[in-house]
């Protein structure tokens, strides 16, 4: 029994090795998953700041036009104002070309009064067709600014009011919804593709129908393969969980350890999936189309990219069942609202129901030639 852990102890070394020497495995391995990870993490990352690509157009020069002019040129998170467009026809050829989301206007006479009257005036948006619902965020933004230019003039307190209150639950934030489903891709990625795109070239080489004339048994050689690709895995998360945390504020609430423990389970358990489509297929014409058929389906309809509430009630039961679902949902479970794994039980036992059944699978298919 030592001597078969020595063996599995070699190879898991061996493929551990070979990994890290090859850099388009390194790259799509390590550095794709981060790539993606930051480019979604730039749109969902934000903290739900509303911004808009804007020019400010002043045609008044009375004291509330300012005011609000100064107003809105002191908030650029909110407001990015072009600095190259002065003029009203600039801002029209702006937006018809793409550059500019809409065009505030302070038009001439805003915040002008006739004698002993009220001053007033109207902010005018304009904004391209295809900006509709942008531009009505821009305007409900607007009116919020213009609150206290119109404070002095409302000096009746209104009979009827919303009131607030936290409830003192955290609520998830839109990166910390999506970073779980960015961590099932980057599985995908090492557990799915990476064998699949080994054992094929392993195959053509001969050097796994030289293995078979060893002592090498096959469940040694998946643990020997799990080991190497778990540490390749936990590389890629731990790089992916120090980003999240440093670059978009994600706040791990759960419990580390369970969460990590979670995590080693369902990369083993995608891992089988790699392996009994390697395993199976004689070459790489073979096992790409496959992993393909296997893969794009969890990848847009197990909450990878984007919620499954969205889906249809029937196609949120059936992906359900899919293999990554449960383990995007654990891990959310966990990280975003602190359950341990008594809270993700029905996670945890489909993730073990389909490992058992992924692995009985593999070493049936699997094939040295």
């Not at 080489?205 to 998946?222: C, D, M, S």
């Not at 120090?242 to 580390?256: E, K």
């Not at 496959?290 to 509430?309: C, E, K």
Request: charged fraction near 10%; aromatic fraction near 14%; hydrophobic fraction near 50%.
């Amino acid at each position: 029994m030592r001597n078969a852990w020595r063996i599995i102890y070699v190879f898991a070394l061996i493929n551990t090795k070979r990994f890290f020497r090859n850099r388009v495995a390194i790259f799509f391995g390590v550095l794709f998953p981060l790539i993606i990870l930051f480019v979604i993490g730039g749109i969902f990352g934000g903290g739900g700041n509303a911004s808009f690509t804007t020019a400010l157009i002043t045609q008044s020069s009375t004291t509330p036009a300012t005011a609000i002019a100064t107003r809105i040129e002191r908030k650029p998170d909110v407001f990015k104002l072009s600095k190259t467009v002065r003029t009203f026809a600039e801002a029209r050829s702006a937006m018809a070309k793409g550059t500019l989301d809409a065009t505030i206007v302070v038009p001439a006479g805003f915040g002008a009064s006739a004698s002993g009257s009220v001053p007033s005036g109207a902010l005018v948006v304009y904004y391209p067709h295809a900006n509709a619902q942008e531009a009505q965020a821009l305007a409900s933004v607007l009116q919020s600014e213009l609150e206290p230019l119109n404070a002095p003039y409302e000096p009746v307190r209104p009979p009827y009011t919303v009131k607030t209150e936290q409830t003192g639950s955290r609520s998830l934030t839109s990166f910390d919804y999506t970073f779980a489903g960015l961590l099932g891709f980057a599985l995908l990625g090492i557990g799915i593709f990476g064998p699949t795109s080994v054992f094929p070239e392993l195959k053509r080489q001969g050097v796994l129908r030289r293995l078979e004339t060893t002592p090498l048994k096959i469940w040694q050689y998946f643990i020997a393969t799990a080991i190497s690709q778990c540490v390749v895995g936990f590389v890629t998360i731990v790089a992916m969980f120090a980003v999240s945390i440093l670059v978009f504020h994600l706040h791990v609430i759960g419990n580390w350890f369970e969460l990590f423990a979670f995590l080693t389970l369902s990369v083993a358990m995608i891992l089988g999936i790699g392996l009994a489509i390697g395993g199976w297929a004689k070459d790489q014409s073979q096992a790409a189309p496959l992993a393909n058929i296997v893969t794009f389906p969890m990848l847009f309809l197990s909450g990878t990219f984007f919620p499954r509430y969205l889906m249809p009630g029937w196609l949120q039961v059936i992906s359900t069942y899919f293999p990554l679902t449960p383990v995007i949902d654990g891990v959310r479970m966990i990280a975003a609202e602190g359950r341990g794994l008594s809270g993700v039980a029905s996670q945890l036992g489909l993730v073990l129901a389909w490992a058992v059944v992924i692995y009985l699978i593999a070493f049936r298919v699997f094939r040295w030639s």
